[in-house]
């Protein structure tokens, strides 16, 4: 392998250029292929980011076969997967923005491709990486949670506010907002307390006035869940909240520890019985923390220090899709892979 990890992309819209931005200042990544179904979007992403000699390409197996990588970054809407079965074929190591797929069934039998080639994988749930999130996660370890709650609440997407409008309203595409977006608070859920076995979910539907053609995902849902540990907990979307007000919150209490975690970057305000509150800022800079251990990984063949392997960004997409069963049953779902 070269001093520089060769990095390709598949999806080269929002999120890709966020990675892009930071990997392109990285003195260990170097930006050779793009590929997007709109090639216009991959041609612009080669131009502004990549090497000189970048190529950009409309079809995925046209890029592998093509271009020689050593990492691969899938930024792909969550209804577009399977393309990572390429990567895997020709044992190259992949980056997946979240949620992993919407198909519990294909991105199993992606788990199972990466597990057999032992394939170092990493997926976008960028929060792991906060110091506020790590503090939190430690002192957890020693007095457990209790109770979790939050989640997302935003207003209602508009073609002018989102540029992932045009999948993101629709159920079929998306999974709608719990699968999407909210599965950031749930992976931290996961992460700061524990599996989660069993979500019991509520919709609200069709109350959301003014919402774009095609909208058909809920316009709010609330999910209560159980903790192997036996906490339980409350997370929530809504993105029918147009005179503000709501935001990303996530609460959660222990016996001696309360963490309050709020906005986007999650600044920690933490409270520990006895002791003065202490402020933790969120990094501004996450994605380019979360590309950086990333690619050491790659270019040392040491994945210890990626807080979120293929394999566990599964079992968050299996609590989100099992939300969503909830919603479409109105019962409680056990969830099988997690315990
Ligand atoms: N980590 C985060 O905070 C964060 C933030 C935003 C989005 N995301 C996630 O990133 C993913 C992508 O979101 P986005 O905002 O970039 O969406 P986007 O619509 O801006 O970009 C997706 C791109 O993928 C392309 N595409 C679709 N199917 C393709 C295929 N088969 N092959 C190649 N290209 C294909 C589209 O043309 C589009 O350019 C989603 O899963 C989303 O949840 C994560």
Known sequence: MTDRIKVGFVGCGGIAREHMKGLAKNEYAELTAFCDINIVKAEAAAKEYGTVDAKFYSDAEEMFRDASLDAVYFCLPPFAHGAEFKAIERDIPFFVEKPVNLYLDQAKRIAEAVERKNLITSVGYM??????????????????????????????????SNGIFTWWIIKEKSGGQFHEQVTHTVDLARFLCGEIVEVHAYPAEGINRNVPSGYNIEDASVVNVKFEGGAVGTIWAS????????????????????????????????????????????????????????????????????????SDGLKTAEVTLAANESMRTGKAVRIRGNH
């Not at 790590?134 to 002018?160: A, F, H």
């Open 127 to 160: 929060n792991r990486y906060r110091r506020g999130v790590q503090m939190v996660r430690d002192l957890l370890m020693e007095d457990p949670p209790i109770l979790l709650l939050g989640g997302w609440i935003t207003k209602t997407p508009s073609q002018q």
């Open 239 to 310: 993105c029918s909240a147009n005179a503000g007000g709501g935001g990303i919150s996530l609460s959660v209490y222990a016996e001696s520890v309360t963490a309050l975690f709020t906005g986007w970057e999650h600044s920690l305000k933490l409270l520990r019985k006895g002791k003065q509150p202490e402020n933790i800022p969120g990094e501004e800079d996450i994605f380019s923390i979360e590309d950086a251990v990333f690619i050491d990984a790659v270019k040392s063949g040491d994945p210890s220090k990626i807080m979120s392997p293929y």
